[in-house]
C-alpha cells in the first residue's frame, strides 16, 4: 500500500508540472501571437487597404501602383537595393560561414570565446549609431584610416560617398553591424553536428577543406537559408544608413536612393499616404516571395 501510495503521488506530481509547464508555454505563445497581431498583421493590413484606396477611401484597384512605379525615381531605387541585396547577401554567406568554420578550428578556448566576443561588439552599435561611426570612418579629413583611403584615390568624402559606391559601402556597413551575430549563430550550430560524423570524415582521411565542404557546410544549409531570408528581407528595407548619409553628404547622397526612402518620400513630402502604403505592399510581396522561394528550392523543413 505505502509502494502505491508513493507512485501514485510521485504520478501526480509529474502531471502537476506537467500542466505548469503547459500553462507557461501557453502564457509565452499567447504574448507573442498578441504583439504579432497588433505589430505585424494589423499594420500589413492597414497598408494593403491603403495601397487599394484612394484618399478617401474609395477602391482603386492597382492604380496607386501603377502611379508609383511610373515614377522617375523608382527603378533607380530598385536597382540600387538590388545591387546592395547582391553585395550583402554574397558576403554575408561566404564571410560568415568562412569566419564560423575558422572559428571552430581554433583549438583554444580562450582564443575562441574573445574571438566570438570580438566579431559580436559591432552588433552593439547597430543602426543610425553605426552609420555615425561610419560616417567618421569615411571622412579624409578626419579618419583614422585617411592614409588608406587616399591610397584608394579618395581626398575627400564626396569622393567616398559618390553615388557609385554607395551599394558597397552600405554593404560593408550592414556586414560590420550584422555579421558577427551570425557567426555565433552558425558557431553553436557546427558545435551541434555529430561528433561520430566528424570523426568518420577523419577516418576516411578528408581533410579540413573536405570536411568544411562535404560535411560541414552541407549541415549548414538550413541555417544558411534562414539567415538568407532573414538577411534579404531586412535588406530590402534599406532606410537608415542612406537617409542618414544624404544628411550628412548634404546632397551627394540622394534622399531617394532605397525604396524605404522613396517610401518614405510619398508619405511625408508628397502627402501621398496610399502611394507609400503601395510600395511597402511591393516590399512585402517581394519579401514573402523570396523567402518562399528559398525555402522550396533548400528543403528547409525536410526531415534530416
Known sequence: MTLTRSLSGSAHRRRRGAGRQSRAGVAFVATYVLLLIAFGILPTGYAVYFAFTDAGGTFTGFSNFVTTARDFRFMDAVGHVAVYLVFWLVSLVVFVVGLALLLHRVASGTVSKALRFFYYIPGALAGAASVLVWLFMLDPTVSPVSSLLGTLGFDTFGEVVAPGNLA?????IAFWTGAGG????MYGALNNIPKDVMEAAHIDGAGAWQTAWHVQ????????????IL?????AQ???EPQLLALASVGVAGRDYSLNQLTYDFAF???NINGAAAVSVELLVVSVSAAALFVARSGFFDAD
Open 182 to 185: 551570425w557567426i555565433v549563430v
Open 238 to 240: 534599406l532606410f537608415v
Open 269 to 271: 513630402q508628397m502627402n
Open 168 to 172: 558597397l559601402l552600405f554593404a560593408i
Open 231 to 235: 538577411a534579404f528581407a531586412g535588406g
Open 217 to 228: 557546410i552541407p549541415m549548414l544549409r538550413k541555417w544558411i537559408v534562414y539567415m538568407v
